[in-house]
């Protein structure tokens, strides 16, 4: 099946800094989304993102889907950015419905 | 927007015991997932449902069954329940495939613990 890396695993900046994620996959995608996981376990979406680039407030998202990897940009973070960060795609020739997930980026910004 | 509800945050069942875990969509998605997340491990997927009474296998279904009797409503059944199966479950919903925006949502999830 398809292989999703998440880069780096871990993260840890100043408030106010910035930062970027890396998320590789393995095969072409037709479905590509960003999530953020809060301390209560909830998966918030936050980008739907399978090619370009969108832009929400302080998150920005890049995919190219050609070279296999989509950029999650964070900009001048805050301590409520902090949380584990996951990429998850669904494979063009696999099955209609498997989001297949990485390992995520967990994050920390501190005050 | 899409809302994904889970019937109970926090669970905490004996062994042995059947296990309901319940989700509701108000989307009128097609679609229903049901994973769970384990550290180290990352998000599984257990079964998924495509319409009303139709469900396929996902990654890890041994132990448990699902029931998918309206459109809305997608359960998950643990018929006895055991220790390794503590973990955060996850509900998820989305539209039928081919539409162009397949986005998948979640819900809250579960915290289950069986001692």
């Known amino acids: 099946g398809i292989q999703v890396e998440q880069s780096p695993p871990d993260l840890i900046l100043q408030e106010g800094a910035n930062s970027t994620l890396r998320c590789n996959f393995s095969?072409?995608?037709?479905?590509l989304q960003w999530f953020h996981q809060n301390p209560w376990g909830q998966l918030i979406n936050l980008f739907y993102?399978?090619?370009g680039t969108k832009q929400n407030g302080r998150l920005s998202a890049t995919t190219v889907a050609t070279e296999r990897y989509s950029l999650l940009y964070i900009s001048s973070s805050q301590t409520t950015d902090s949380g584990v960060y996951f990429c998850?795609?669904?494979?063009?020739?696999?099955?209609?419905?498997?989001?297949?997930f990485g390992k995520g980026t967990l994050l920390t910004v501190n005050p | 927007d899409v809302k994904v509800t889970q019937s109970s945050r926090y669970l905490v069942k004996r062994t042995g015991e059947k296990v309901f875990l319940e989700c509701v969509q108000d989307?009128?998605?097609?679609?229903m997932f049901w994973y769970r997340q384990d550290p180290g491990l990352g998000l599984r997927l257990i079964y998924f449902?495509?319409?009303?009474?139709?469900?396929e296998k996902g990654d890890i279904p041994e132990g448990y069954s699902v029931s998918r009797e309206k459109k809305e409503r997608f359960s998950l059944i643990l018929e006895s329940a055991s220790t390794n199966q503590t973990s955060m479950y996850l509900c998820?919903?989305?539209?039928?495939?081919?539409?162009?925006?397949?986005?998948?949502?979640f819900g809250p999830g579960t915290r289950l613990t069986v001692l």
């Open positions: 998850a795609v669904k494979n063009s020739g696999g099955s209609n419905y498997k989001l297949t």
């Open positions: 095969d072409s995608v037709n479905n």
């Open positions: 993102i399978p090619s």
């Open positions: 989307m009128d998605h097609e679609n």
């Open positions: 449902s495509y319409d009303v009474k139709m469900k």
């Open positions: 998820a919903s989305n539209p039928r495939p081919g539409l162009q925006h397949n986005e998948q949502f």
